[in-house]
T-cell receptor
Framework: GAGVSQSPRYKVAKRGQDVALRCDPISGHVSLFWYQQALGQGPEFLTYFQNEAQLDKSGLPSDRFFAERPEGSVSTLKIQRTQQEDSAVYLC?????????????FGPGTRLTVT | DAKTTQPPSMDCAEGRAANLPCNHSTISGNEYVYWYRQIHSQGPQYIIHGLKNNETNEMASLIITEDRKSSTLILPHATLRDTAVYYCIVRAAGAGGTSYGKLTFGQGTILTVHP
């Protein structure tokens, strides 16, 4: 079956622009995570949804970052007034269960470049 | 979650076993050891996890020392497609708390499999 998909795969934004990154999780997966991966680093947690509820947003770096999952499936990560330090790969992962041990399935990521 | 230490890079000849070490000396009794890998330009992929017993699946084997302070991921017959960054992650078990199963990645080990 289809895995986690993300769009766009690549996004170039001028500093100050707003961007929206989309994640389509595996159908029926309860949990959805967003991670940010800077060049040469491991992914870092941004936020977590259980169905439509955003239960953890402790990793969001600033109030310019906003995520939603209104119907408990597709999620969007929005970054307002992008800055150069926002340049990174943004990864989405979904998991069937809400338990701690649900295996996370990752999408290919969206590479954001802010110029 | 406990911190992990991995060598930054390793080489392996194609067809030979790749043994990737991980130190997690501060691991607590209810924490599991997880391994993920990330092939270039892809999202991370789950490999295997374990608590204290050795585990094997179709991808790899996980050997955890008796004191649980270190572990080794074994790829029995490495191929060129196994070239990737391998992440060792310690993850809390059980319900409760606020981790919701998020993964805390370190720098990982860059494994290069050569012909």
């Amino acid at each position: 079956g289809a895995g986690v998909s993300q769009s766009p795969r690549y996004k170039v934004a001028k500093r100050g622009q707003d961007v929206a990154l989309r994640c389509d999780p595996i159908s029926g997966h309860v949990s959805l995570f967003w991670y940010q991966q800077a060049l040469g680093q491991g992914p870092e947690f941004l936020t977590y949804f259980q169905n439509e509820a955003q239960l953890d947003k402790s990793g969001l770096p600033s109030d310019r970052f906003f995520a939603e999952r209104p119907e408990g499936s597709v999620s969007t990560l929005k970054i307002q007034r992008t800055q150069q330090e926002d340049s990174a790969v943004y990864l989405c992962a979904s998991s069937l269960t809400s338990g701690v041990h649900g295996e996370q399935y990752f999408g290919p990521g969206t590479r954001l470049t802010v110029t | 979650d406990a911190k992990t230490t991995q060598p930054p890079s390793m080489d392996c000849a194609e067809g030979r076993a790749a043994n990737l070490p991980c130190n997690h000396s501060t691991i607590s009794g209810n924490e599991y050891v997880y391994w993920y890998r990330q092939i270039h330009s892809q999202g991370p992929q789950y490999i295997i996890h374990g608590l204290k017993n050795n585990e094997t699946n179709e991808m790899a084997s996980l050997i955890i020392t008796e004191d649980r302070k270190s572990s080794t991921l074994i790829l029995p017959h490495a191929t060129l497609r196994d070239t990737a960054v391998y992440y060792c992650i310690v993850r809390a078990a059980g319900a409760g708390g606020t981790s919701y199963g998020k993964l805390t990645f370190g720098q990982g080990t860059i494994l290069t499999v050569h012909p």
